[in-house]
């Protein structure tokens, strides 16, 4: 229908607007830059696993507080890594 094909449209005037923005263009660039980056993936997965485990363990109750730093620890190294830190930003 004509109402249907006008927010199709809109849709993808939006999204091609959001596209040519220079803070998309960023994004876009950080993002990339972290993804190409083989140890910083390395790194992402491990502080996943370890803040999976942490999750489950203290569902259960058994984390402790050395824990749990440990995991704020990791995040921090993580996000001290320059590439990670500007795809944050």
């Known amino acids: ?3 249907t094909q006008s927010v ?3 849709g993808r005037e939006l999204g091609d607007a959001i596209a040519s923005l220079p803070e998309y263009q960023a994004f876009e660039e950080a993002k990339a830059a972290v993804q190409e ?3 910083l993936q390395e790194q992402i997965e491990s ?6 485990d942490f999750m489950v363990r203290q569902q259960v109750g058994e984390a402790d507080q050395e824990e749990l730093e440990s995991v704020q620890q ?4 993580l996000h001290s890594n320059p590439k990670m830190a500007e795809f944050l930003e």
């Not at 990791?74 to 190294?77: I, R």
């Open 74 to 77: 990791a995040q921090e190294e």
């Open 1 to 3: 229908s004509l109402e």
């Open 8 to 10: 199709d449209d809109l």
């Open 37 to 39: 980056d083989e140890e």
């Open 47 to 52: 502080f996943e696993q370890q803040r999976q």
